[in-house]
């Protein structure tokens, strides 16, 4: 217990607790894979909530990331200054919301973030495209990613304005029960 | 609830007037926002924090603001507000602990992540439907052991009842072939049914004990599957649905928690396969001709016969093969070659249940399905066909043929019971072992490849495998232990098999339905099976005469009877007498039952029906707003390429704003934003909040905006001047129907442009329309169209003059525009009222 109580207050660990989806135990696991990418950067005690900052290249390259194809978007949507530099408070932010415990709805805010490119609220052609590379190394023709660009948006968009909202998205996820459990990374 | 983050696009809004426009609205949300949060309960509001899509510096902005009103709010009150708000952190504080403490408790985490982050979600379903099994048979075997087989035990241990009671003879050793085949000296040990006394150990009644242990266990068992397939259910089947496919493939099915570098890739390579298919797919489907129908349609007619009658043969043979044992295995006492022959049912029986699948993915790659996932339906329904022969011929033989053979059959039930499940068990690791790790070494057909790992195959044989210890836990209570040590090793043995030899399955298919077929192939045939034999066996069978917990009884349940009846002598006990009379014996009472549960069912049904038609015609709805938002942006582009021309002519004739004119739309909308501003102050009306952007198509709204509300200040200025007053009247409703909207409608979150500038438009519309249906003091509307359309456009232009001659300076927008707009929301209230008229 004296080990836990010299990085956090209590307060501290009550607000994470409130906040996120972990208990204490895994806040604390949390902070030491954190520190584990800096050492020599992160301070063993939080109390007094130092600014500190791990860029996105040490984030990347933390194993539960470092092959995902979307690593660099998803450092983007949960770092406060949108360019993958976390600190502490974003590290835990991300992890939650990829947890298992985090609602639909929640996850299906972030997905559509993530994939939403070009930060205009809406997954346009040129997201699908860019997503659709990420996924699959610029294997399919021009012609092919047009064609399933626009099936997507066909069968996604509800509203018919040639893009895809937030609640095209969230229409769509609620149909695809699989995404709660691939939305989700174990830590 | 939902609410987006307090700063959408905060790098959009750059000037100084918009910033302010936008932090006195994010002030008003956030005002809200709490207020709502400060309504909850303390745990709801945790809960509804976390779910806020914030980061956490926001949270915890929001979570301290909350505790400081709570802190203000109990110190107004007494101490007991003081004391519930203790409690409320202490018992907060003690779910932590116990979530983390359920966090140390949980099995094999690790390996699931490193298997789910090598193989993905649909392999990761074996693994989490193993543990969810061994749970099963954990809680079964502490249950049975605990209740049933400690207190004999204890029973034996008493010095002078210990020569009673039938312990192991003389005559029978342990000869080390009673491990595969359970008889012999296992037969006098609590394993079986067979040991077990039927006194009453010091007011603990052995009877009671055991046929209430099983039966409780057995409705457990009932209840929680069905619990957790009516979640699955509801969570994966009711709202899938197949028809968008590509957009599901593209934005679903990634994987994230995939962390391994060649899987990642293979991934990628399935999924390019998977999109290539899928756009092919639509022109291979019209390209069959009647003969090539005609050819799949024979093959899968083949097919089916093919493994139908595999099914059955294998279950006659098993039928004759049962027989010859009954005839190998007549006297008590075997010699080692007898017991031996005892094996020969279990060996052909697993033999089966390895080899003849193997057949059925043979068949499989020759047939032709139009998609993959029939094909493993179909796959699935033969495996399952295949094994409930092979069973249901096994329990005939169990039912019928052995309690001919008198005293002690249930522990032969039993027996053979353990023989199946430990033969079970060495051909799966046989089977993972030859099919899985010598394909690899030796290659032998290179042509194949790596094997996949066939989630569904894998997946039967557990619930195959645990049907038989369902079936068994009335004959050996102990059987279940057994099991725990099975699927224990038979974890690690998969987690190695699978890392070394197999690839991740190629195609991803939908894992969670998938499980939820799992769940309720699990509850289905095989546990509903399960229940009805042991329950047949309880209620119809005779115990044996000299050996086991009922002996002397007509059947198990006459157990139940006869203790009732003991406790007719007790007074203070009638009423259980009372219930069980009229209750549990009366066919009245599962007459009414049975009709009140169809009754619910069929009202559950129609609702069902009802939210069907609702959730049919609200996507209805989604896609008619769509169309009207696109119309509406349509409209606007068109104008905002007249806007330059427009203004032009203003300014020719329009003197008095003649500086105004040559400035541009934006400038007018912020002009026009701030006369507004002034005009609220001086009149008092309730404010609009604005949400600005700085693109062309929202300043148009703006001025819209602000037009509507110089029309209201006409109205008010001129009350008697009413040329025209439907539309000024109507306008003035708008608005106010339009701040309503900004008040009322805390659950819509702004995203700042023009789209939602113009929903708000377009809602703000209907609802003037809806009020001036309800006050029916306008003119009703002529439900055509082009008429409303025409005559909006009529009343905007003389709008328009008037206007102009009132407050032409305070007129900013464009008149065409104002004249479209007008136009356009007339559409809309036209097509309300059409939609109405429904």
Not at chain 2, 458 to 472: F, K, R
Not at chain 2, 776 to 789: A, E, N, R, T, Y
């Amino acid at each position: 217990m004296g080990n836990k109580q010299t990085i956090f207050t209590a307060q501290q660990l009550d607000a994470y607790q409130d906040c996120t989806y972990f208990t204490r135990k895994e806040i604390l696991r949390l902070f030491y894979r954190y520190r584990d990418l800096a050492p020599q950067l992160v301070p063993l005690d939080y109390t007094n909530h130092p600014d500190v900052k791990l860029p996105y290249e040490l984030i990347g390259s933390m194993p539960e990331l470092k092959d995902n194809p979307f690593r660099q978007r998803i450092a983007e949507v949960f770092s406060e200054d949108g360019e993958g530099n976390m600190t502490l408070d974003d590290f835990l932010d991300m992890f939650s919301v990829l947890s298992e415990m985090a609602p639909r709805d929640l996850k299906a805010y972030y997905a559509f973030k993530i994939y939403d490119f070009n930060n205009d609220d809406f997954i346009c052609k040129s997201d699908l495209e860019k997503t659709l590379n990420k996924l699959t190394r610029n294997e399919l023709t021009e012609d092919e990613v047009r064609m399933v660009c626009e099936k997507v948006i066909d069968e996604a968009d509800l509203d018919n304005d040639g893009r895809l909202s937030l609640e095209d998205f969230q229409h769509m996820i609620v149909r695809a029960p699989d995404f709660l459990s691939t939305f989700h990374i174990r830590i | 609830m939902r609410r987006m983050s307090m700063f959408p696009n905060a790098d959009h809004t750059q000037t100084a007037f918009t910033e302010d426009a936008i932090w006195n609205e994010m002030q008003n949300e956030q005002q809200n926002l709490l207020e709502e949060l400060a309504a909850l309960s303390t745990r709801d509001r945790i809960q509804a924090i976390r779910d806020l899509p914030m980061s956490f510096k926001e949270k915890k902005h929001i979570r301290k603001e909350l505790e400081l009103q709570s802190s203000k709010k109990s110190r107004q009150f007494t101490c007991l507000a003081d004391c519930s708000e203790k409690l409320s952190l202490f018992s907060r504080k003690c779910g932590y602990h116990v979530k983390s403490a359920k966090q140390t408790l949980k099995l094999w985490q690790g390996a699931m992540k490193s298997i789910g982050g090598k193989f993905g979600t649909s392999v990761l379903t074996y693994f989490v439907f193993l543990k969810w099994l061994l749970m099963f048979n954990i809680f079964s075997f502490l249950v049975n052991f605990g209740f049933v087989t400690i207190p004999l035990l204890v029973y034996k241990q008493t010095p002078n009842i210990s020569q009673i009671v039938n312990n192991v003879p003389q005559n029978v050793t342990f000869r080390g072939l009673e491990i595969l085949t359970g008889a012999g000296y296992f037969k006098y040990t609590v394993m079986y049914y067979g040991s077990y006394s039927n006194e009453s150990l010091v007011g603990y009644n052995m009877q009671l004990a055991y046929f209430f242990t099983i039966a409780v266990y057995m409705v457990l068992c009932g209840i929680s599957l069905i619990f957790s397939m009516a979640v699955n259910f509801k969570n994966n089947y009711v709202l899938a649905d197949s028809a968008s496919n590509s957009a599901w493939q593209l934005l679903c099915t990634w994987d994230f928690s995939v962390t391994n570098e060649k899987a990642v890739k293979q991934r990628r390579n399935n999924l390019c396969v998977q999109l290539k298919e899928s756009l092919s797919e639509t022109a291979q489907q019209e390209r069959l001709s009647v003969s090539e129908k005609l050819k799949h349609y024979g093959i899968n007619f083949g097919c089916w016969l093919l493994s139908t009658s595999l099914a059955f043969g294998c279950a006659a043979s098993i039928y004759y093969l049962c027989k010859y044992e009954i005839e190998a295995t007549k006297n008590d006492n075997w010699s080692l070659l007898e017991e031996a022959k005892t094996l020969l049912v279990p060996f052909v029986v697993s033999l089966i249940n390895l080899v003849i699948p193997l057949f059925y993915s043979l068949f499989n790659k020759f047939e032709h399905y139009s998609t993959h996932r029939k094909q493993i339906y179909v796959l699935l329904i033969r495996n399952v066909f295949l094994k409930m022969s092979i069973l249901s011929v096994l329990c005939y033989y169990w039912m019928n043929k052995v309690p001919a053979k008198g005293s002690g059959w249930e522990s032969m039930v039993g027996q053979s019971l353990y023989r199946l499940v430990l033969f079970d068990f060495l051909f799966l690791m046989l089977g993972s072992f030859f099919g899985e790790f010598l394909s690899k070494w030796t290659k032998l057909i290179p042509r194949m490849g790596v094997p996949e790992f066939d989630v569904a195959r894998n997946v039967l044989e557990l619930i195959y495998s645990q049907t038989l210890a369902w079936i068994g836990i009335y004959f050996s209570p102990l059987l279940p232990a057994m099991q725990i040590f099975k699927f224990f090793i038979l974890f690690y043995l998969k987690k190695v098999s699978l890392t070394h030899n197999c690839q991740p399955p190629r195609r991803s298919g939908r894992a969670a339905q998938m499980q939820t077929i799992f769940i309720f192939l699990l509850f289905f045939p095989f546990f509903v099976g399960a229940l009805s034999i042991v329950a047949y066996t309880a209620w119809s069978l005779t115990p044996s005469k000299s050996c086991g917990p009922f002996r002397g009884l007509n059947n198990s349940f006459s157990a139940v009877d006869v203790w009732i009846d003991d406790l007719k002598n007790i007074t203070g006990s009638q009423w259980v007498v009372e219930i069980y009379n009229n209750v549990i014996r009366s066919e009245i009472f599962y007459f009414l039952i049975t009709l009140i549960i169809l009754v619910i069912i069929y009202i559950l049904w129609q609702v069902t029906n009802g939210r069907k038609e609702l959730i049919r015609r609200l996507r209805q709805q989604i896609v008619n707003e769509g169309k009207d938002k696109s119309f509406l942006l349509e409209r606007l582009q068109d104008l905002q390429k007249s806007i330059p021309n427009k203004s032009m002519k203003q300014h020719s004739y329009d003197h008095s704003s003649g500086d105004q004119s040559n400035s541009n739309a934006m400038v007018q909308a912020l002009l026009a934003r701030q006369q507004l501003e002034e005009e609220e102050k001086r009149y008092s009306i309730g404010g609009v909040p604005v949400p600005s952007e700085m693109s062309n198509s929202s300043s148009l709204m703006q001025a819209m905006l602000a037009r509507q509300l110089a029309d209201q200040e006409n109205e008010d200025q001129y009350p008697m001047h009413d040329e025209n007053p439907s539309s000024s009247s109507t306008l003035a409703q708008a608005m106010a129907a339009r701040n309503r909207v900004e008040d009322e409608d805390n659950n819509q979150y702004d995203i700042f442009n023009r789209s939602s500038a113009v929903t708000q438009a377009m809602q703000a519309r209907r609802r003037a329309e809806d009020t001036e249906d309800d006050m029916g003091d306008l003119p009703h509307p002529v439900s055509s169209v082009m008429m409303q359309v025409m005559q909006a456009r009529q009343q905007a232009q003389e709008d328009d003059r008037i206007q102009w001659m009132t407050a032409p300076p305070q007129n900013p927008g464009p008149s065409g525009s104002s004249a479209l707009i007008q136009a356009m929301l007339a559409r809309q209230a036209a097509q309300n009222e059409y939609d109405d008229g429904y």
